[in-house]
């Protein structure tokens, strides 16, 4: 199929395409890398009058450091940017375990860092990486920009915060903090396919090695991420052990989801799939927070 007709600006500054969202509202559409929105265009699930094409804004495609040990990501930077740059792999390494990940190379070539998150997906790695580094989300119109926490942005399925005039210009990703380790764990029937279930964990151990904080986010269970806050809870002043870790585990599958079944996959086996990888991601996590260095 061919997308529906449409008008077609390729600004080259960020007021210009804010400008063009500003005076067509509703009507419009942002377009980043183009890796979800041209076949929801040409399978007629958006039908939007005009696309207001965000790749010839240099300006929204950087990485930077900031002053607090973390990093600013354009939200036109591409993932194999992201993939390979060396600042990411120092300061947020979970982002960097995680783009080799996402579909293949052919799309990360293409698809966009901010373009992911925006478009919301609840299978998407990003999205749920996002929350669980606790990530902010800078968001701008023509009258003015806001900040919003990754953990508020996403309102349910392809739905976030953002306004029909506004942009995504960047996500900041805090330090990690001290004694920290991470992982990523997911299944999918296919390589390079979306996730059955994915999970995404922080654990941070203090000076007597004892579980100060856990996050733990799953992806590919809900119309969003969810936040497993039952299992965080069980981990929290706890010494790391494979007891605890398994205790979390049923804990994520048994209360902090309520997948639904579809042709790919049951519910029964999305909480199977939950309790299975947050444990492997909870012992990934711990080991490496242990080995941090302080």
Not at 79 to 86: M, S
Not at 156 to 180: D, H, K, N, S, Y
Not at 193 to 211: K, W, Y
């Given at each position: 199929m061919k997308p529906p007709p449409f008008d077609y600006y390729n600004p080259s500054s960020i007021d210009a395409a804010l400008a063009k969202l500003a005076e067509h509202g509703y009507d419009a559409k942002a377009l980043a890398g183009g890796q979800s929105l041209i076949p929801m265009l040409n399978f007629r699930l958006a039908q939007p009058e005009v696309l207001v094409d965000l790749n010839n804004i240099t300006e929204l495609a950087y990485i930077k450091p900031d002053d607090n040990g973390g990093?600013?990501?354009?939200?036109?930077?591409?993932?194999?940017?992201?993939?390979?740059?060396?600042?990411?792999?120092?300061?947020?390494?979970?982002?960097?375990?995680?783009?080799?990940?996402?579909?293949?190379?052919?799309?990360r070539s293409r698809g966009t860092f901010g373009g992911s998150i925006a478009h919301a997906d609840p299978s998407a790695e990003l999205v749920a990486i996002s929350v669980v580094l606790d990530a902010n989300c800078k968001l701008r119109s023509a009258t003015g920009t806001r900040?919003?926490?990754?953990?508020?942005?996403?309102?349910?399925?392809?739905?976030?915060?953002?306004?029909?005039?506004?942009?995504?210009?960047?996500?900041?990703?805090?330090?990690?903090?001290?004694?920290?380790?991470?992982?990523?764990?997911?299944?999918?029937?296919?390589?390079?396919?979306?996730?059955?279930?994915?999970?995404?964990?922080?654990?941070?151990?203090?000076?007597?090695?004892?579980?100060?904080?856990?996050?733990?986010?799953?992806?590919?269970?809900?119309?969003?991420?969810?936040?497993?806050?039952?299992?965080?809870?069980?981990?929290?002043?706890?010494?790391?052990?494979?007891?605890?870790?398994?205790?979390?585990?049923e804990a994520a599958g048994d209360q902090d989801v309520d997948p639904s079944s579809d042709i790919h996959a049951s519910a029964a086996y999305r909480r199977q799939l939950v309790k299975v990888l947050t444990r492997q991601a909870l012992e990934q996590a711990a080991e490496r927070a242990r080995t941090a260095k302080s």
């Open positions: 990093l600013r990501l354009g939200a036109m930077t591409r993932h194999y940017q992201v993939e390979y740059d060396p600042l990411v792999a120092e300061r947020a390494p979970l982002i960097a375990e995680t783009m080799p990940q996402i579909a293949t190379t052919q799309i900040d919003v926490k990754a953990a508020d942005f996403f309102l349910g399925m392809f739905t976030t915060q953002l306004e029909p005039e506004e942009l995504l210009v960047e996500v900041a990703i805090p330090g990690m903090p001290a004694r920290a380790g991470w992982a990523l764990k997911e299944i999918a029937r296919r390589p390079h396919d979306f996730a059955l279930v994915g999970v995404a964990a922080l654990v941070m151990l203090d000076e007597r090695n004892l579980i100060e904080d856990a996050r733990i986010v799953l992806f590919s269970v809900g119309d969003g991420p969810v936040v497993a806050q039952n299992a965080a809870n069980t981990l929290r002043g706890q010494q790391p052990a494979k007891d605890l870790f398994l205790a979390a585990a």
